[in-house]
C-alpha cells in the first residue's frame, strides 16, 4: 500500500504563503490522481484540489480558486500544494490523498497522516 507524508505545514499570518509537500511510496505515483483535503476543528473533511497522473487537469474547490495551486513532480514522486493569500478560514489539518488511476475521481486509495496550517489574523 501506497504510504503518503505531507509536511510543510505551520504557522502563518493572513495573507502569507505556505508550500505543502506530500512524498509517496511505491514505483506507481505517476499513475495515480492526487489530491488534498482539509478538516478544520468541529467540520467535516472537505475536497481542496485535485490533480491528474500526467499533471495537466487541476481542479479547485471554489473557496481556494485563484489562491492555491496543485501541481506534482512524478520524477520524485511528490504532490504538492501552493497556498497565498491564506485566510484564518484556510486554518486545518491539510491531506494528501492517492485517487484512482489516471483522471481524479469520488474514489480514495490511501490518505497521509495529514499537517497542520494555522493561519492567525
Known amino acids: 500500500q501506497v504510504q503518503l507524508i505531507e509536511s510543510g505545514g505551520g504557522l502563518v499570518q493572513a495573507g502569507g504563503s505556505l508550500r505543502l509537500s506530500c512524498a509517496a511510496s511505491g514505483r506507481t505515483f505517476s499513475i495515480y490522481a492526487m489530491g488534498w483535503f482539509r478538516q478544520a476543528p468541529g467540520k467535516e473533511r472537505e475536497f481542496v484540489a485535485s490533480?491528474?497522473?500526467?499533471?495537466?487537469?487541476?481542479y479547485y474547490a471554489d473557496s481556494v480558486k485563484g489562491r492555491f495551486t496543485i501541481s506534482r513532480d512524478n520524477a520524485k514522486s511528490t504532490v504538492y500544494l501552493q497556498m497565498n493569500s491564506l485566510k484564518p478560514e484556510d486554518m486545518a489539518m491539510y491531506y494528501c490523498?492517492?485517487?484512482?488511476?489516471?483522471?481524479?475521481?469520488?474514489?480514495?486509495?490511501?490518505w497521509g497522516q495529514g499537517t497542520l496550517v494555522t493561519v492567525s489574523s
Open positions: 490533480i491528474n497522473s500526467n499533471g495537466v487537469s487541476t
Open positions: 490523498s492517492q485517487g484512482g488511476r489516471g483522471t481524479w475521481s469520488q474514489y480514495i486509495a490511501s
